[in-house]
C-alpha cells in the first residue's frame, strides 16, 4: 500500500494493492511500488506492479474472503512473481489492455507454510497441493492466479467444483466460456499455461521444476 501522502495528487483510489492517482491533467497513472526486500530480489521475484503497472492486485489470501475464512497473508501483502514471468506477464497485460480490459492478481507467490495451512484446510490434492519437500509453482513464485475485471467467469476464486474446470462447458454459460478463453488466449500468448482444473490458475516457465523453498515473505 503506498502513504497518503506519496498517492495524494489529486484523487486516490485504491485497487487491492496498487496505488492509482489522477495526474494535474487527470488522467490515471500508478506509482510505482517500492523496491522488493533483499531477500525477494535473490530469489528472482519482483512485484507484479513493475511489470503490469495497471495491474489491480486483490490478494484473497490477505482477507478473510479465501476457502479458510481467515488471513494468511499479512496485511500489505505483495504481489510477487518470479522476473521468469515478467515478459509473459506484461504482453497477456498488454493484449487484454489493447482490448479495453485489466488483469486482475488474486495470488502470486506463496510461501510454504501459508501452502501447509491451506492443505491442513482441504487436505484434497485435486483442488489444494500437497506440501513437499520441494517448491514449486506458487511457492517458487512461478505461477499465478489470475482474472479479467469486470467478465463474469462463472464462478469466483476457489470455487471447488467441476464449474471451476478451465474448460467446463456444463454449468458455464457461453459467455462465460468466452470470458475465460479470452484470459486463457492472453495468458498463452505470453507463454503462461492454464491448469486444466482451475480457469484462474496459470503456470510459467520452469514452474513444475522442483526448487528449494524460498524464505521469502510477502510483505
Known sequence: MCGLTACFKWTVVLLGAAC????????????????????????GLVDVRTVVPDAIVDLRYATANNFVGVPLYPAGARCLVH??????????ARILRAQGNTLVFWDCYRPHDVQVRMFDAVPNPN?????????????????????IAGLDMGTDFDEFSPRSLAFATSGVTP?????????????TEGGLTVYPGEWWHFDGPGAKEPRPYLDVQVS
Open 20 to 43: 492509482l492517482t489522477l495526474d494535474m491533467a487527470g488522467h490515471a497513472s500508478a506509482e510505482p511500488p517500492p523496491p522488493v526486500s533483499p531477500q525477494a530480489s535473490a530469489a
Open 175 to 187: 459467455e462465460q466460456q468466452a470470458n475465460r478463453a479470452r484470459l486463457r488466449d492472453a495468458m
Open 127 to 147: 483442488w489444494v497441493a500437497r506440501p513437499s519437500a520441494f517448491a514449486r509453482s506458487h511457492e517458487a513464485g512461478r505461477s499465478v492466479d489470475v482474472t
Open 83 to 92: 522476473e521468469a514471468l515478467a515478459d509473459g506477464l506484461a504482453e497477456a
